[in-house]
Nanobody, 124 residues
Framework: QVQLVESGGGLVQAGRSLRLSCTASGGTFNTYAVGWFRQAPGKEREFVATITWSGAPTDYADSVKGRFTVSRDNRENTVYLQMNSLKPEDTAVYYC?????????????????WGQGTQVTVYS
């Protein structure tokens, strides 16, 4: 059973940066794609970014493209989400998830293991 734990969230002023981490344990991780999703209050969960098992290619939602960068260290079973130039509309709970395959997709239904989420709050 794979367990995913996110960390790195917090309260940050608009324009600043945060780096989220997603660390896996208990199962195979480095042959699967990993995705980041977020859910703001009163809104549906939405796709943020995904990274294939090898680290490339990556894919981003238009709303974060150019500001967020996803990367991974398979030796450490960890995936990162570097978030720069944060905006108040980035406020949400951020989740990482392991894909059911080695290639990332934007649809949450294609991910089989999820973390518990980490809160990111951006104030202006």
């Amino acid at each position: 059973q794979v367990q995913l734990v996110e960390s790195g969230g917090g309260l940050v002023q608009a324009g600043r940066s945060l780096r989220l981490s997603c660390t896996a344990s208990g199962g195979t991780f480095n042959t699967y794609a990993v995705g980041w999703f977020r859910q703001a209050p009163g809104k549906e969960r939405e796709f943020v970014a995904t990274i294939t098992w090898s680290g490339a290619p990556t894919d981003y939602a238009d709303s974060v493209k150019g500001r967020f960068t996803v990367s991974r260290d398979n030796r450490e079973n960890t995936v990162y989400l570097q978030m720069n130039s944060l905006k108040p509309e980035d406020t949400a709970v951020y989740y990482c998830a392991r894909s059911a395959s080695g290639y990332g997709r934007r649809w949450a239904a294609l991910y089989d293991y999820w973390g518990q989420g980490t809160q990111v709050t951006v104030y202006s």
